[in-house]
């Protein structure tokens, strides 16, 4: 897995307890899971279907550095399935863990449409390169 975007907890993220409001890490690995699936799938008409059950191991805290790691494990006719995790910069301590994330290709008009990807896709300067 792949950990590329990272996250200072800052006040303003922070709930009454004062740890990490979930809701708003939700947003931020919904935004990661989407991005990444546009990136594969090179179609920005993406939306997400379903996320399965979401994993709170630990908290942040405000000054926390957190990163968020997006893997493929699957490429269905329309869609692509993810696993996320979420972890202390530092520590490496887990704070979330998804096991499934999917999303559908749509095309112009919303319907779902075959993306005929089978595995991930790397693009480097215009040229394709496959690999697991």
Not at 75 to 85: A, N, P, W
Not at 103 to 112: Q, S
């Amino acid at each position: 897995m792949n950990f590329h975007t990272r996250k200072w907890i800052k006040p303003e993220d922070l709930n009454p307890n004062g740890s990490l409001f979930g809701g708003t890490l939700l947003r931020w690995i919904d935004e990661e899971a989407v991005i990444y699936a546009i990136v594969q799938l090179g179609n920005p008409k993406v939306v997400t279907k379903y996320i399965s059950e979401i994993n709170f191991v630990s908290s942040a805290q405000q000054g926390d550095i957190i990163e968020m790691g997006i893997e493929a494990t699957h490429f269905g006719r329309t869609s692509i399935t993810m696993r996320c995790e979420v972890r202390n910069k530092i520590t490496r301590k887990t704070i979330l863990s998804i096991d499934k994330l999917v999303f559908v290709n749509l095309d112009e008009n919303g319907i779902p449409v075959p993306h005929h990807k089978t595995e991930i896709t790397y693009a480097y300067m215009g040229i394709e390169k496959t690999g697991k």
